[in-house]
Nanobody, 120 residues
Framework: VQLQAFGGGLVQAGGFLRLSCAASGSTSSIYVMNWFRQAPGKEREFVSGITWRGGFTSYESTVKGRFTISRDNAKNTAYLDMTSLKPEDTALYYC??????????????WGQGTLVTVSS
């Protein structure tokens, strides 16, 4: 399994970016697709997640109402639409897909980070 994340860039405060994360290899047992971020000098934190089946979503409180997570199951891709961006959203954004095992348990796979920089 490989995850490829892209879409980061430099944007002014109030702007918009769309991040994408595409999975290749085995995709038949994806359970949930998540986005995390890590700002300079800070720990990695959860941003948003969506279930493969049902599309149930969750958001970190500071992005709720500004970010929208979605997925295209046919393309094995998760998206993160980020609106009203703030300088404090500046971070390296990572996708993490959780796969369920047929005999129980889960495996995590991480994509490489994509840098989002929001200027004031």
């Amino acid at each position: 399994v490989q995850l490829q994340a892209f879409g980061g860039g430099l944007v002014q405060a109030g702007g918009f970016l769309r991040l994408s994360c595409a999975a290749s290899g085995s995709t038949s047992s994806i359970y949930v697709m998540n986005w995390f971020r890590q700002a300079p000098g800070k720990e990695r934190e959860f941003v948003s997640g969506i279930t493969w089946r049902g599309g149930f979503t969750s958001y970190e409180s500071t992005v709720k109402g500004r970010f929208t997570i979605s997925r295209d199951n046919a393309k094995n891709t998760a998206y993160l639409d980020m609106t009203s961006l703030k300088p404090e959203d500046t971070a390296l954004y990572y996708c993490k897909f959780v796969y369920s095992r047929f005999n129980g348990g889960y495996d995590d796979y991480w994509g490489q980070g994509t840098l989002v920089t929001v200027s004031s």
